[in-house]
């Protein structure tokens, strides 16, 4: 059984990979969306 001090430790690098997670996407999206303001797309 997981023990309480083992979940304390496992939570900062379980926060830093979603964080991780968070980045990469707004950075996929603002890519996305620069590439269709530059090709003059709308939509």
Do not use: D, Y
Request: aromatic share 12%; hydrophobic share 60%.
């Amino acid at each position: 059984m997981l023990s309480f001090e083992t979940l304390l430790q496992v939570l900062p690098k379980a926060g830093m990979g979603w964080l991780g997670v968070f980045v990469v996407t707004v950075v996929i999206i603002l890519a996305v969306e620069l590439l269709n303001w530059f090709s003059g797309r709308q939509g």
